[in-house]
């Protein structure tokens, strides 16, 4: 339900609860990319986040044939327990420069981002989550890491999420995508 304040000012940022399940607690989007002159123009991702009681968030970015098995991943994980947050790990199976990045907007919101790997035109499936500790293998590169690797039982710990956004430059070489959002 949109029933937080996001970052422009607008209730239209949704509350994310952790539940005592144990199991994956991650929002998932599916997008296709394609788009300009092959190979096609790496994407980045990224969603603003209000961190509560959930400090540890990660953004994985599978691309398959939406198989159950991740064969090829962009993925970070940001801890936001400290006073400062920080970029834990950014890993990418096809694009070992993945960039991840983490950006103070205020009120306690920030945007995070991977830049994807993928240069093919092929569907993506994105996660946004909160984990509790990072699956093995999830700081070395081409290791694959299954969603269900992020499963434990919550403690009702709460994050807002708001934007989340798929930019994918159309020029060649790419230009470095800044979010349309404020």
């Excluded at 339900?1 to 994956?24: R, Y």
């Excluded at 190979?39 to 044939?65: M, R």
């Excluded at 070395?140 to 299954?146: H, M, Q």
Aim: negative net charge; contains cysteine.
């Amino acid at each position: 339900t949109n029933n937080q304040v996001a970052p422009d000012g607008t209730t239209t940022a949704s509350l994310f609860t952790v539940t005592t399940t144990n199991a994956g607690h991650f929002l998932t989007r599916t997008w296709q990319n394609g788009g300009g002159a092959v190979p096609y123009p790496q994407p980045t991702y990224s969603v603003f986040v209000k961190p509560g009681t959930a400090k540890k968030i990660f953004i994985l970015d599978s691309h398959i044939n939406n198989t159950p098995t991740l064969v090829r991943q962009n993925r970070a994980a940001f801890d936001f327990t400290g006073s400062t947050p920080v970029v834990v790990a950014s890993q990418g199976g096809s694009r070992p420069d993945s960039v991840a990045t983490c950006q103070s907007v205020g009120n306690g919101w920030y945007r995070i981002s991977l830049a994807s790997g993928s240069t093919a035109f092929q569907p993506h499936t994105l996660y946004i989550g909160v984990y509790n500790t990072l699956p093995a293998g999830f700081e070395t590169d081409g290791s694959l890491i299954e969603i269900s690797d992020f499963d434990y039982a919550g403690t009702g710990e709460t994050v807002a999420f708001w934007g989340v956004q798929r930019e994918q430059p159309r020029m060649d070489p790419p230009v470095p995508v800044s979010s349309y959002i404020p």
